[in-house]
């Protein structure tokens, strides 16, 4: 692999004009120079195509129209990337000065490379290296990984999947013998941790994940998946029953 591969970093946003400048001068202020910088914008009402066009001559790409949703948006982004990596950075997160670091890293054109960030929300960091167990029930933060492109070009992001769609593309990545997984123990970024995934249940996920496990994972952690889910479910209809007796 190239030793200064071609990154590019995408940032998808709506109406975040208090947050995007913060986000975007945190890249443009990376040693790393090799950097394609995309940002596409859902048809933003409030000020921020006004901060884009402050920076448009640093900006390699960028559009704004609408979309139908985050995922929507990113897949418009896959689509003009031209890297031999693709980093998503929300509105709002801060990419740290790390991309020389994690350049010297990216050897394997077939490998998802991740890292960690720190949550402002949580105060802490999340959330380490990901057996196949914990990405069965967890995802990976997408602010810390490095998705090759040809993973991004040949699985997309489903748009049926409202906030979860990028833990249905990791697994779905994972279960292609294909691509491999490293950890790498970098912090990438800080991320806010309020995003739309945080706040926002993905229920037609929620009704597919078994099945989704269960095409990309072996069966030890189907099984695992489903125990969980399954305990999961008896709590809660514990608590409804007790609440509805008292």
């Avoid at 031209?82 to 929300?90: A, K, N």
């Avoid at 123990?185 to 009704?207: H, M, Q």
């Avoid at 994972?217 to 514990?238: E, G, H, M, S, W």
Wanted: glycine fraction near 4%; proline fraction near 3%.
């Amino acid at each position: 692999m190239n030793t200064s591969p071609l990154i590019s970093v995408i940032t998808v946003v709506y109406n975040a004009e208090k947050l995007l400048e913060t986000t975007i001068e945190s890249v443009l202020e990376q040693t790393y120079t090799n950097i394609q910088y995309i940002i596409i914008d859902g048809g933003s009402k409030d000020g921020t195509l006004n901060i884009i066009k402050k920076y448009e001559d640093k900006i390699h790409y960028w559009k704004s129209e609408p979309d139908k949703g985050i995922y929507d948006a990113m897949n418009k982004a896959i689509n003009v990337a031209t890297g031999d990596w693709v980093y998503f950075l929300g509105a709002g997160d801060t990419l740290l000065n790390v991309l020389d670091n994690v350049a010297d890293e990216l050897k394997d054109p077939n490998c998802l490379y991740y890292g960690d960030v720190y949550r402002l929300d949580l105060l802490r960091l999340y959330d380490g290296e990901f057996s196949a167990y914990k990405l069965a029930v967890s995802n990976i933060c997408q602010q810390a990984i490095f998705y090759p492109l040809s993973a991004l070009k040949k699985y997309k992001f489903n748009t049926r999947y409202r906030a979860m769609a990028d833990h249905d593309l990791n697994m779905k990545v994972y279960g292609d013998k294909a691509y491999t997984f490293k950890y790498l123990p970098i912090v990438v970024a800080n991320y806010d941790g309020d995003g739309y995934s945080e706040t926002n249940l993905d229920y037609p996920f929620y009704e597919d994940k078994l099945s989704i496990i269960k095409a990309n994972f072996p069966l030890n952690v189907y099984l695992y998946a489903y125990t969980r889910t399954q305990i999961a479910k008896r709590i809660k209809q514990d608590y409804l029953k007790k609440k509805q007796d008292n």
